[in-house]
């Protein structure tokens, strides 16, 4: 039996069920917790293989309808988006008006899983749609002024993306005759100085780097993850990393083996450059903590789609292997941003301080994920960061890796002047006793729970990386041969 579509319609049909239940807190609470629990265990019903749907045929020899592919690596990568989903639910039981936030992450997780699966154009790109607008709900749900203005810049800024992307598929679709992309791919080789391919190709470029953040949208998507609550960043960081893994394989699968490839590839790795720099750049400047954890997320996706553009076996398993450790160590520090900023208020560096007495289990669990995304061993980003160093150097790419270290140093220098200034620093403005009645709430239970997790996991992963390397080695060794 095809159970395959359960990835995507049950959480969908949960996020419409949930939003009835809009108001009633405590009926939420435990629903998001049973829903949790459920949902980490449908990455491992279906079996692996090709899926067809909505009377799919062959039309003129060409395949319609709407067809999924599951394999190990993408079972691995939705293993871990519904971790991160179910943890956020978790972190939201204690929340008000946590029905919203419910139906949004589902509705965003079921999005995302729908695009990581997709083998056509057109539902990749539907679910593409859903995923900005439930990342758009979820920055409304914080409810305050700045979240209102970020949402409606993001939302103007997708209205051009999204057109661009949608563009750029009708001209491949015009060229192709297909939305299937195994055909597509095949069309564009038996026609492949056609200049349309080239307006296509830059088109999904724009789309790409509208969904994941990456230059020149990187300032529009860390002010969604700053203007959101930290324990939503977490979930919303996560979507825009598995849509950038998607969208990069995704002009592998269409692309590889054209002329225009190998200008396309330094395309990519420029603009993955660009992330990396200018993320690390400006969060060396931010003196809000939820924005420099927000401009960290770009830099962190530039290693990610640099790793994968360089178009090797090994740099498609240390970009994927790096987007998996990313979101468990980011999410961490998004878990940890909301903790420290629920009672305070406030996420302002110098409006903290002196908490390592106050939490010091939380003040470890963040330094362990700080020191992941800085590349530190016995990490897990240590693990991904060195997959990428020893990529990069076997594309004959010596400088990308210079460059990867030098935006090392920078992130590890701002974690650790953040971890000075929150957790080590007198705090001039109150003593410890106020602190420790400050952070006295029970609610926060909740997301420490998530953290605690994700922290065994930055520590799991460092250590026996071949848990999730091994799948990854043998989904991507003959990847490109395959297209």
């Known amino acids: ?23 009633k ?14 949902l980490m265990a449908l990455p491992f019903i279906p079996n692996y293989g090709f899926y067809f749907f909505g009377n799919h045929g062959l039309v003129e020899t060409m395949t319609s309808g709407i067809a999924y592919l599951f394999n190990p690596a993408k079972q691995l990568i939705l293993i871990v988006l519904t971790l991160i989903a179910s943890l956020t639910l978790i972190s939201s039981a204690g929340e008000k008006q946590s029905g919203l936030v419910t139906s ?14 997709s083998e056509d154009l057109f539902n990749m790109y539907v679910f593409y749609e859903i995923t900005a607008i439930s990342q758009t709900g979820l920055l409304l749900a914080t409810g305050t002024e700045n979240s209102y203005k970020s949402a409606l810049r993001y939302l103007i800024m997708g209205n051009f993306a999204g057109s661009i992307l949608l563009l750029g598929i009708g001209l491949l679709l015009s060229i192709s005759g297909t939305l299937f992309i195994p055909e597509i791919h095949a069309q564009l080789l038996a026609n492949p100085t056609n200049p349309v391919i080239y307006g296509g190709a830059l088109m999904l470029i724009i789309g790409l780097c509208y969904g994941s953040g990456l230059p020149p949208f990187h300032t529009i998507k860390s002010e969604v993850y700053s203007g959101a609550k930290p324990f939503i960043s977490a979930v919303l960081q996560t979507f825009s990393k598995f849509v950038l893994v998607a969208l990069m394989l995704l002009m592998f699968k269409l692309f590889y083996g ?21 993320g690390v750049v400006m969060a060396l400047l931010q003196t809000d903590y939820r924005k420099l954890l927000s401009y960290h997320a770009i830099s962190q996706g530039g290693y990610v789609a640099a790793g994968l553009a360089l178009g090797t076996p090994l740099g498609f398993v240390a970009g994927v292997f790096h987007a998996i450790n990313h979101v468990i160590y980011k999410s961490a520090l998004f878990l940890g941003a909301h903790i420290v900023s629920n009672e305070n208020k406030t996420s302002k560096l110098d409006k903290l301080g002196n908490l390592l007495p106050v939490m010091p289990f939380v003040a470890f669990m963040v330094l362990c994920a700080k020191l992941a995304i800085s590349g530190v061993p016995p990490f897990n980003g240590f693990q991904s960061k060195l997959l990428l160093a020893e990529a990069s150097i076997n594309a004959n790419l010596p400088e990308l890796t210079i460059i990867m270290i030098l935006v090392s140093i920078g992130t590890f ?57 091994n799948t990854l080695y043998n989904s991507f060794d003959n990847f490109l041969s395959t297209l």
Do not use: R, W
Request: glycine share 4%.
């Open 1 to 23: 039996m095809n159970l395959l579509p359960l990835l995507v319609v049950f959480p969908m049909f949960m996020a419409i069920v949930l939003n009835f239940l809009h108001g």
């Open 25 to 38: 807190d405590k009926l939420i609470k435990y629903s998001s917790i049973a829903l949790a629990i459920i």
């Open 104 to 117: 949004l992450v589902l509705m965003g997780l079921a999005s995302v899983t729908a695009v990581v699966l």
């Open 258 to 278: 054209l002329p225009l490839f190998g200008n396309l590839q330094v395309l990519l790795i420029v603009i993955s450059i660009l992330g990396m720099v200018f």
């Open 413 to 469: 220098v701002s974690m650790m002047k953040a971890f000075y200034m929150i957790y080590l620093k007198p705090n001039g403005l109150k003593d410890i006793e106020e602190l420790k009645k400050d952070y006295n709430n029970p609610m926060l239970k909740y997301p420490k729970f998530s953290l605690l997790i994700l922290t065994i996991l930055c520590i799991i992963l460092g250590i026996f990386p071949e848990i999730v390397t």
